[in-house]
């Protein structure tokens, strides 16, 4: 897909249709986790992958939207310490991995825990603060299709500000 394209008509898919995903593309998600830049090249993130039916459906339990994981293939949580630096990095991680994954067909959500000490147990982490965000992935209970409109197409129908409000000067 084009990246541009891609870029333009992701959205959050948070309804899966229970399809399973390969582990050819689970690696291609990762990897482009791995690969993402930051700071220093700090690389601060750590992945924690989750594939077990029963470890999504405890952690359903633990994340603001149940649903989210409860027909979800795949879970990653990223793991990353302090600081706006290195959250940065990890949102450049999530969002390289969301967009490898919407290339391959598979749609993802963002997860924030409301229960982050009883997520942190479930995962194995000491450390319930560095449990930055989980991202949810499976393929799209409602097929989409990128292709069917263009980029151009995808930003119009997008519900976010538009770049005037966005774009404090032009200097
Ligand atoms: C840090 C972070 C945490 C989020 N947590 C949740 C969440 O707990 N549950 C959920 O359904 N969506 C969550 N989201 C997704 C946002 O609601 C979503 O990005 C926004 O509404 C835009 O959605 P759209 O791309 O489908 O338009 C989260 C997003 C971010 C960046």
């Known amino acids: 897909m ?3 394209l891609a870029i333009a ?6 309804s899966y249709s229970g399809e399973p995903i390969s582990d050819e593309v689970v690696h291609t998600i990762l990897e482009a986790g791995r690969v993402a830049g930051s700071g220093v090249n700090r ?25 989210n994981l409860l027909g979800a293939e795949l879970f990653v949580a990223i793991v990353v310490g302090d600081g706006r630096i290195q959250t940065f990095d990890a949102g450049r991680a999530a969002q390289n991995m ?10 993802s959500c963002p997860n924030g ?13 000491d450390d319930p603060s560095s449990l930055f965000v989980g991202l949810s992935f499976g393929y799209p209970a409602r ?8 980029a151009e197409a995808w930003l119009t129908r ?8 966005l774009v404090l000067a032009w200097l």
Do not use: C, I
Request: a positive charge.
């Open 2 to 4: 084009d990246t541009f």
């Open 143 to 150: 097929p989409r299709r990128p292709e069917q409109r263009t």
């Open 9 to 14: 008509s992701r959205r959050e898919v948070r």
């Open 98 to 107: 969301m967009l490898a994954g919407w290339n391959a067909g598979v749609g």
């Open 158 to 165: 997008a519900k976010r500000l538009p770049l005037d409000e």
């Open 43 to 67: 690389q601060p993130w750590r992945f924690v992958v989750v594939r077990s039916r029963q470890l999504l459906d405890d952690l359903a339990t633990t994340v603001y939207a149940p649903h």
């Open 113 to 125: 825990f409301q229960d982050d000490g009883r997520a942190a147990k479930l995962l194995g982490l």
